[in-house]
């Protein structure tokens, strides 16, 4: 994949600034007043001309100036959420401002001329063909917002965003309409101003997006059918988010913006275990004479010992204005957020850097962006979460005794003076003992030119070239006194060191032409695209904290390098074609062509083609004049997208040898020499593919008061990436990446938003979305096989290589599969003794049966927006229905009598169930966890223009995860766990978080 014409792209990027330098045009000036339907001034309008991004935004009384025009007849274009767009004519003279009649802005909140962000460009939002979803800053989650995909929680119908923990930064997972696949990645594909990032895992960031400061985003647009997202072929299976950050407009005067939100996050709730007393009580009961003398004379919680009231301050400050014909934006942020377990904290220090010109008479747009991130983490030792739960609560956290000094004098309990390594390690221990930091570096930018062609009008050529480029450092340190610690590591400790880099960059060029001929318009779009994604993983010693080594790596390459180099390229061909017949019919085709290095020459490439056709009915006669019906139209689209993300694994289809470093070493004589071992690979490794069929109807009553969108889709995806095990063969790993199965997904998703009251002083609107979908695996093997019940999945805690879940064909993955429980007369469940499902007089793991999905039957997300005067109000909830969580806390409570020298503490279940042996496979421990959340909730208050109406200042004050209703007995009806959800095992605990907001412009 070599490009011999990259010199050429420079060579034209060098041509088209050169061309910029020596530009020089006659000009003139518009000026105008945008009005309300009162006649009022309307402040904030964006008034821009027509075809440039020339531009402005009006006064407190609703005018606006617009300087360095090009001469000749030009339009200016007015919009404002809310408010109906406005174009109107005017010439320019060079010399002279041209005056426009006052022009006023009547109300719309269906914004059918809205400029919606697609791929490769902007459509307006009553041309898409294509399920679009475009969410605006004034539209999103308010409060304490720390990573990006948090903007749009609960906004967007098909779209579930669910955060992996309550740690500061910590990752979510991201799923549009359910995900395609299996084994191979689940996420969207992210673009931002024009960049596919890479979100891959990154050490020492629990999220990659943290790295990006919500508070410079304008917009999120979500692409969800095949239609919208086939553009980016490549990565798309599973949707895609386009992030559009803010800029400046030529012309604008200086705007200083001053944000501070300070926050408190308390825990919502603790897990239910037993008191110091009712253990005492417990274990006196059912307790063998070594547990009783186990116990200590201590009241100790240890949840409130490792858990804290956690403070945030984020602050940000921006400029945006214009400097001649140069606009900018620049901003920087500063953001410190502790987390409510005890010394997790994250430091964010972010900047940004916009610069978008318009140059040559108009015809070539700059658009320049670059983005900074620098995160300091401390992360705290999260096992402490878990065993603070199971911990006896009636020992204490330190003890004089000198048989604990070799552990910092922290209570352990012991087996002859060394660490019993069966028991649970003491939680503040485990926390204080340890220090684990990472600095991560990130910086994301780009640089666009978009130029028209003098020798056709309608054809203009865009060059992007682009960036991504990451670095993360991070150690872990572990106490040499440490009670995680025993044998020869007992008072030398651990250090341990990690380094990554990560360097993505892009290059993409296309052409597109716009015409319109009479009633039609005519979009054309062809590009080509080169993406390299290039990480260097650093391999260190095994140290002491004093430094010694303990020993080398076994992986270490043999080369004399201390780093792998992996890393794959994606090469691209691409094409759109749009059709316009009377704003009435349209029609929308692509196709792209992928070529990914994961793959071998004869399967590298994938072909991915869509069309669309969409009728807005409103503009036939019989409904063009109603009033009653604003909006009407009907989409019908099919396309095909691709997967080869397969995570870290680039080149399954080549035979590779793994060379030892310590160990498998072949000794002749005194010499030892190092072994390569075969692993296994498959030639015929190929793209993930899946198709979409979708059927939408866009609608809008009564002047746009009910709009909204309903959506009905069929995804199938063909060729599974699935990490399977094989037959061993000699000298080869038995497990790897094949083309096995099939799965399918249906469902109907609708969006509607209400304009209940309108008015000056007084307006209110509601919007609502759900989403009801259902996943089903089709094929799982090449060949029938009657007696293969599926691939287990979903690890638990308790015993070894436990899972409670499984993939299995008719069914939706990671569906639970346990034993059916039986119950006395009272109720209560009879340890040990299940339902004989297949009635063979034997209860084996051939009673399993398939119960429930975690995956929820139907996603609700609902939103207000009330203002009265200069108050507001915004409120965002969230709920989940028919999703099910195995509570793996419950199923560890259980009391059994032991000669361990120690005793778990449990919950209350241990008396309801009145176990005595662990019962981890049984449906007893299976919850519906439906539940609806309040997310947000924020007040505010607009104080309006202050200090001789130079300046504006707005307060607000927010509550995030107020309350939740579920029955659900757990401590979160929505566990993740390094993405594995539906597994409830003491996770680190989302918080309350309250936050008084103050935002200061002028």
């Known amino acids: 994949m070599k490009h011999s014409y990259l010199p050429k792209l420079w060579f034209l990027l060098f041509f088209l600034v050169s061309c910029c330098l020596n530009a020089a045009a006659q ?130 119908a098909g779209l579930q965003v669910t955060t992996n923990s309550g740690a500061p930064g910590a990752g979510s997972v991201i799923r549009i309409r359910g995900g395609s696949s299996l084994n191979a990645g689940n996420d969207p594909l992210f673009v931002i101003d024009g960049v596919p990032v890479d979100n891959r895992d990154l050490p020492g960031a629990s999220n990659p997006l943290s790295l990006i400061n919500p508070n410079d985003i304008e917009s999120i647009s979500v692409l969800k059918d095949a239609s919208a997202a086939a553009i980016y072929g490549s990565r798309a299976s599973n949707g895609v988010i ?164 070799p552990y910092g004098g922290y209570f352990q309990f012991l ?10 390690r ?37 060059l992007n070239l682009g960036y991504d480029i990451q670095r993360s450092r991070g150690t872990s340190v572990t106490d040499p006194n440490s009670g995680q610690l025993t044998g020869a590591r007992l008072g030398r400790g651990i250090f341990e060191q990690y380094a990554r880099d990560n360097n993505n960059r892009l290059l993409e060029a296309y052409l597109r032409y716009n015409k319109q001929i009479g009633g039609s318009r005519i979009e054309l779009l062809g590009g080509h695209s080169y993406q390299s994604f290039d990480y260097k993983e650093y391999v260190f010693d095994d140290r002491d904290v004093f430094g010694q080594v303990f020993q080398q790596p076994a992986d270490r390459p043999i080369n004399g390098k201390d780093y792998f180099d992996p890393g794959y390229r ?69 396309g095909q997208t691709g997967q080869q993300d397969i995570g870290n694994r680039y080149y399954d289809y080549i035979s590779l040898y793994t060379p ?65 095990q094989v037959a061993a063969l000699t000298n080869l790993s038995n497990e790897g990446f094949f083309n096995v199965g099939d799965l399918e997904t249906r469902g109907v998703e609708a969006n509607v938003n209400l304009g209940i009251v309108r008015g000056d002083k007084f307006d209110w609107s509601i919007n609502a979305n759900a989403n009801v979908l259902r996943t089903e695996i089709t094929r799982l093997t090449n060949v029938d096989n009657p007696n293969f019940v599926g691939n287990p999945t979903g690890g638990i805690a308790g015993g070894v290589g436990n899972n409670i879940q499984i993939n299995s064909v008719g069914y939706q993955p990671q569906t639970f599969f346990v034993f059916q429980q039986v119950y006395d007369s009272n109720g209560k469940p009879v340890e040990g003794l299940y339902v004989d499902r297949n009635g063979d007089g034997v209860i084996n793991g051939s009673d399993r049966y398939h119960y429930q999905s975690a995956r929820p039957r139907a996603i609700l997300g609902f939103g207000t927006n009330l203002t009265y005067g200069k108050a507001s109000l915004a409120a965002t909830l969230r709920s989940h229905l028919g999703n099910y969580v195995y509570n793996n806390v419950r199923s560890q409570s259980f009391f059994v009598q032991n000669s361990n020298g ?12 009145r176990f005595g042996s662990a019962q981890y496979f049984s449906d007893y421990f299976m919850e519906n966890a439906s539940f609806l959340r309040m997310e947000n909730i924020t007040l505010g208050y607009n104080f309006g223009n202050i200090y001789k109406d130079r300046a504006n200042l707005n307060v607000s004050f927010a509550v995030q995860n107020l309350f939740t209703i579920t029955n659900y007995t757990g401590l979160d009806p929505e566990p993740q766990r390094d993405g594995n959800s539906g597994i409830d095992n003491t996770i680190y605990p989302r918080p309350r978080t309250f936050t008084v907001g103050l935002n200061f412009g002028f």
Do not use: C, H
């Not at 087996?415 to 649970?424: E, P, R, W, Y």
């Not at 609608?699 to 990490?723: P, V």
């Open 27 to 156: 000009t003139g000036a518009v000026s105008g007043r945008i009005l309300d339907e009162n006649q009022q001034g309307l402040p904030g309008v964006t008034v821009l001309i027509e075809g440039t991004q020339l531009g402005s935004s009006t006064n407190a009384e609703g005018q606006y100036l617009i300087q360095n025009v090009p001469v000749g007849p030009r339009v200016v274009v007015a919009s404002f959420v809310g408010f109906s767009t406005q174009r109107i004519p005017v010439t320019v003279t060079a010399g002279q401002t041209a005056t426009v009649a006052n022009t006023v802005l009547g109300e719309n909140t269906t914004l059918l001329n809205e400029a919606v962000v697609i791929g490769y460009g902007t459509q307006r939002r009553q041309d898409l063909s294509g399920s679009v979803e475009q969410i605006s800053e004034r539209q999103f989650v308010k409060g304490q917002v720390t990573n990006p995909e948090q903007l749009v929680q609960g906004k967007v």
């Open 426 to 462: 003491n939680p503040v221990g485990l926390i204080e003992q340890n220090r684990r930091r990472s600095t991560v570096k990130r910086s994301i930018g780009n640089l666009q030119l978009d130029y028209k062609l003098p020798f056709l009008r309608d054809l203009s050529a865009n």
């Open 570 to 638: 994606l090469l691209s061909f691409y094409g759109r074609a749009n059709y316009t017949l009377k704003d009435k019919y349209i029609l929308t085709g692509t196709f792209r062509a992928d070529g990914s290095s994961r793959f071998s020459e004869d399967n590298r490439w994938g072909y991915f083609p869509s069309a669309a056709f969409a009728w807005r009915l409103k503009e036939e006669g019989f409904l063009k004049n109603s009033s009653a019906v604003s909006d009407l139209k009907l989409r019908l689209s099919v």
């Open 660 to 724: 030892s470093r310590n160990t498998a070493q072949y000794q002749l004589g005194n010499q030892f020499s190092n072994t390569l071992r075969a692993g296994l690979y498959n030639e015929e490794l190929k793209w993930e593919t899946s198709t979409t069929y979708n059927a939408g109807l866009d609608f809008g009553f009564f002047d746009g008061r009910i709009s909204g969108a309903l959506d009905a889709y069929q995804r199938k995806t063909t060729d599974l990436l699935s990490f399977i």
């Open 242 to 405: 386009i992030v559009t950050t803010k800029k400046g407009l030529q012309g604008e005067k200086l705007r200083v913006n001053v944000s501070s939100q300070n926050s408190v996050a308390t825990p919502v709730r603790y897990v239910d275990v037993l008191s110091a007393d009712e253990f005492r009580a417990l274990v006196n009961e059912r307790g063998n004479a070594q547990q009783k003398a186990s116990l200590g004379t201590a009241n100790t919680d240890w949840q409130k010992e490792i858990f804290r009231t956690a403070q945030t301050t984020d602050n940000n400050v921006s400029l945006t204005g214009a400097v001649g014909k140069l606009p900018f934006r620049a901003s920087a942020g500063y953001l410190d957020q502790e987390g409510l377990l005890k010394r997790n904290d994250l430091k964010r220090y972010t900047g940004a850097l916009s610069l978008t010109p318009v140059l040559l008479d108009g015809n070539l747009r700059v658009d320049m962006n670059v983005k900074g991130s620098w995160i300091d983490n401390n992360f705290s030792n999260q096992d402490a979460v878990g065993a603070a739960v199971f911990y006896d609560p009636t020992q204490p956290i330190f003890s004089s005794e000198g048989r604990f000094a």
């Open 902 to 913: 120690f005793v778990n503490n449990t919950t209350e279940e241990v008396n309801d169930s």
């Open 415 to 424: 087996d002859n003076g060394s660490i019993n390594t069966l028991a649970t």
